[in-house]
């Protein structure tokens, strides 16, 4: 339930658990024991195991939870969540998630974990900050009531304190149905026992495991004496124990002739409202009818005709109605906004006359505008779009080289982004396009159009070097030649929201004869694949031919990356510097060698060969 909380913790496994299909234990790399978290203080959590080189999914993902950890030893409970069980191998990746569970837990509670050495704490202690530290909550003081509930004592210094929400605590020995308050007699107890004076109800019984915890509601009751009605003038009088009696003669006289039964009087027996409570009717000017649109209402749960009013846990299910809202400006927006989706936005990318226009527009269809805007965070900031925003690349250069012989006349995924440009005299939101997902800074793109990595914008000034992007889609498009065109879109090949990854797609590389003798008298290529992700090119191809005489080295050249060695030959491909599949053993370089083939004294002959290899842009 509170798992603990990390970014980006990964390893591969060092020893697997055995038998590997069912063992509880296994040891990761030494050099990433650091970054797993020790259940005993931060919490329990959900780790994955999926096969070396392959990306995870459901078919080849288990989950597990972390229970304990002794130095890179982690000790788990297998088969958790949605996953498969699977045989873990040494070698396979392993990484610490946030899994479906884990993001639905924390839909249901607010909690956070205290460090404060020497707590003292026991779990579902009832507990407030008096400014310094937290201490055991108790209703003999407005200044001492609880405001937080504790879920889980990790140890003796550290602890999870819950604000609101549910959330499970086993078997905790609570009456199910029943309402508990902050103690008067016992600090830190929780109580079925209504206090006298301060009544602080915080946690109320769901079932055997589980709790809510109620946001701080605090009440004061006062007792005064008691005056009976004996039909005389009465001074000061009561009712019901909490109500002064201020009606003037005139006032008590409005029930003179009134047509009330005795069931209908009787509805006020019970009655704890305070005066100010009462008066608060004074000048209520609501008819019976309006009125009645409270009436029957069940919190959380929508009625036909009638009031809304959220439940306990601040929820409302409006179950197959409709709302319909005007989009106006956004003031402020809470952090759980998440950067690059659009709110009221989508890509429309068209061509006309060999000329290529991505533009955003609101999602009727109509440019932004100050009634119609688009919202986007980059950054750390809101940004508002309220006028006509788009790019044109028109026909005549090879854009990205794109154009070039590896990819002319084939799709290739392009990138949008959203920039706040700074180099106009007041900056601006600028869209742009580019065939990398991985930029955050202007910096990050070449200036050169005709550069892989070039980025496409729409504004006349060239943004700063600083200024901030992100990933707002994807779209599919061909640049042939130097003519665009783009395909029927789909939502596989037009993608409304942040993405970081192109499809499978399809290139041409150019083949090289042999090295050091013989020859390659023909070459078929039955398949070149290629995919990026992020930081990483992905590659797949088969090329086959036939060898004539005595062959060193066999080069394929086309995939196109930078950090190539000095003297190797590069041709133009899918990204700067050349890298290439060098089947020579025993040899070692800067180049990227995706895998060795010894062709050395072949026999002449067919020869095929397959290629799989990553490799990280620049």
Request: aromatic fraction near 10%; charged fraction near 10%.
């Amino acid at each position: 339930m509170f798992d603990a909380r990390a970014n980006l913790v990964k390893s591969t496994v060092l020893a697997a658990p055995s038998p590997a299909a069912s063992g509880t234990s296994f040891t990761y790399q030494v050099v990433d024991e650091p970054n797993f978290p020790n259940p005993a203080t931060e919490g329990r959590y959900i780790i994955a195991f999926w096969p070396a080189a392959e990306d995870p999914n459901k078919l080849n993902t288990e989950f597990a939870l972390v229970t304990a950890k002794s130095s890179n030893t982690l000790t788990i409970v297998r088969d958790q969540e949605d996953g498969v069980v699977r045989t873990i191998l040494a070698g396979d990746n392993v990484a610490m998630v946030m899994s479906a569970g884990a993001i639905g837990d924390l839909s249901q509670c607010e909690w956070f974990k205290v460090t404060q050495v020497a707590h003292g704490f026991s779990a579902l202690n009832s507990i407030y900050h008096n400014g310094t530290q937290w201490g055991k909550a108790f209703a003999s003081a407005a200044t001492t009531l609880a405001t937080h509930v504790v879920g889980l004592v990790l140890n003796a210094d550290t602890f999870i304190a819950v604000r609101s929400g549910k959330f499970t605590s086993a078997a905790h020995g609570l009456t199910p149905g029943s309402l508990y308050y902050t103690s008067s007699v016992t600090p830190g107890l929780l109580s079925t026992t209504v206090p006298p004076v301060y009544t602080n109800p915080i946690v109320f019984v769901e079932s055997a495991n589980e709790l809510h915890v109620y946001g701080f509601q605090p009440q004061t009751v006062t007792t005064q004496a008691i005056q009976t009605l004996t039909n005389k003038t009465l001074t000061n009088p009561k009712i019901n124990d909490t109500i002064n009696m201020t009606a003037s003669s005139t006032e008590l006289n409005i029930l003179d002739g009134a047509s009330l039964s005795t069931a209908e009087l009787n509805i006020l027996d019970g009655v704890v409202a305070t005066t100010a409570e009462l008066n608060i009717l004074s000048g209520v000017t609501a008819n019976a009818t309006e009125l009645n649109y409270l009436d029957n209402v069940t919190p959380g749960t929508a009625v036909a005709s009638k009031g809304v009013v959220l439940d306990a846990n601040k929820d409302f299910n409006f179950g197959t109605g409709d709302i319909t809202a005007t989009i106006a400006t956004l003031t402020s927006i809470s952090a759980g906004f998440p950067g690059g989706f659009m709110i009221n936005g989508k890509l429309v990318v068209s061509v006309a006359s060999n000329n290529l226009t991505v533009a955003l527009k609101g999602l009727d269809g109509n440019d932004p505008s100050a009634t119609n805007p688009v919202y986007v965070r980059i950054n750390n900031t809101i940004r508002a779009v309220t006028a006509a925003l788009s790019v044109t690349k028109n026909a005549g250069t090879n854009y990205f080289n794109s154009g070039s012989s590896e990819l002319s006349g084939k799709e290739v995924d392009y990138f949008v982004y959203l920039i706040w440009n700074t180099t106009p005299a007041t900056a601006i939101v600028d869209i742009g396009f580019a065939r990398i997902p991985h930029g955050y800074v202007y910096s990050d793109f070449s200036g050169t159009n005709t550069n892989e990595k070039y980025l496409a914008f729409g504004n006349a000034s060239t943004p700063t070097s600083t200024d901030d992007l992100v990933v707002i889609g994807r779209f599919a498009a061909t640049l042939t030649g130097t003519n665009w065109s783009v395909p029927t879109f789909t939502n596989k090949n037009l993608i409304q929201h942040p993405i970081f990854e192109t499809r499978m797609l399809s290139w041409t590389p150019t083949t090289f004869s042999p090295q050091g003798g013989g020859s390659f008298t023909s070459t078929s290529i039955t398949n070149a694949k290629y995919q990026i992700s992020r930081f990483k090119l992905f590659i797949n191809m088969q090329v086959a031919g036939t060898i004539a005489g005595t062959v060193n080295e066999f080069r394929i050249v086309g995939v196109y990356m930078t950090g190539a060695a000095t003297g190797v030959q590069q041709v133009p491909g899918l990204f700067p510097g050349a890298l290439f599949a060098k089947f020579q053993p025993n040899e070692s370089g800067p180049f990227y060698q995706l895998t060795q083939y010894n062709l050395g004294n072949a026999a002449t002959g067919s020869q095929s060969i397959n290629l799989t290899g990553e490799h990280c842009i620049d």
